[in-house]
């Protein structure tokens, strides 16, 4: 089969561009996404760019299947389509068992929020601040990072000069505090009429 010399210099240069395509690096942004869907949303769409560092105890990185994922309905303004759509996500899962959290955050995580877990040891992360069950879902994984993150960030401890500040701060508002008790005492008991002695 014969290829007119057009034809040939078609396919040259498709072979070409094929060629640079699969040099670059490949990333894909639908037109329907999510931030061009609901450019309003109080949730935060786009998300930063995250390296994750070796050192880091958390990647950022949830297993799904390890979360035990609940749909209900959603509480609310919303017309008939609130009963007939389930759009409420519950997250849970066990703290204990979770293999995929360091020991040192989850350690951490039942210190700040052992009062939030369930009798079962379940910590639950509740969403229902759209209407959209992805959204939702995206908004529980969301606080999830961050109930992580807070506990695997380790506050330093303040110098003895900052401790010593902060002392003084708190023994000044106590002393006017008793001041100003004083003085409202003190005027509500000048608005008394005198004790005649009879």
Known sequence: MAFSPLRISFLHKAIQNYGTLLSRPLGYKSSVSLDTLYPNSSLKLSTPSFN????????????IDKLDITYSASSGPGGQ?????????DLRFKLSDADWIHPEIREKMLELHGKKLTREGYLIVRSDATRSQQLNLADCLRKLREIIRDAAVTKPEPS???????RQRHLKAARLRVAVKR????????????????
């Open 52 to 63: 994750p560092d070796p050192k880091e105890k958390f990647s950022g990185f949830i297993p």
């Open 81 to 89: 389509n609130v009963n007939k759509v389930h759009t409420k996500v």
């Open 160 to 166: 003895p000069e900052t401790q010593e500040k902060i």
């Open 183 to 198: 003085e409202e005492s003190l005027k509500r008991a000048m608005k008394q009429p005198p004790v005649l002695d009879l």
